[in-house]
Nanobody, 124 residues
Framework: QVQLVESGGGLVQTGGSLRLSCAASGRSFSSYNMGWFRQAPGKEREFVGT????????YYAASVKDRFTISRDNAKKTVNLQMNSLKPEDTAVYSC?????????????????WGQGTQVTVSS
């Protein structure tokens, strides 16, 4: 069992940066791949990026590649999402998730546990 809690959301201007954190509880955090997803009002949940259980590999959605970076600290049981050059279209609720299938990491169905989400609003 893994519980996930996101933090760090807020309001930022276009071009600004935010760093989201996801704190996990549970003994097996280091064995899970961690993903970030977002959902804007009236839209479907969208994959943002994922990091392998050992931190040795990541991949991102094309819409955020080169602007967002995922990192993790297994000793602290945290995963972070650094978001730079933010755009109004990045406005959404961002959620972290834990799962076992890294290669299917772009699919929400690959994740077993989800956080409640944190709101990110980018003003134009």
């Amino acid at each position: 069992q893994v519980q996930l809690v996101e933090s760090g959301g807020g309001l930022v201007q276009t071009g600004g940066s935010l760093r989201l954190s996801c704190a996990a509880s549970g003994r097996s955090f280091s064995s899970y791949n961690m993903g970030w997803f977002r959902q804007a009002p009236g839209k479907e949940r969208e994959f943002v990026g994922t990091i392998r259980w050992d931190g040795g590999s990541t991949y991102y959605a094309a819409s955020v590649k080169d602007r967002f970076t995922i990192s993790r600290d297994n000793a602290k049981k945290t995963v972070n999402l650094q978001m730079n050059s933010l755009k109004p279209e990045d406005t959404a609720v961002y959620s972290c998730a834990a799962g076992r299938d890294y290669l299917r990491g772009g699919n929400p169905a690959a994740y077993d546990y989800w956080g409640q989400g944190t709101q990110v609003t980018v003003s134009s």
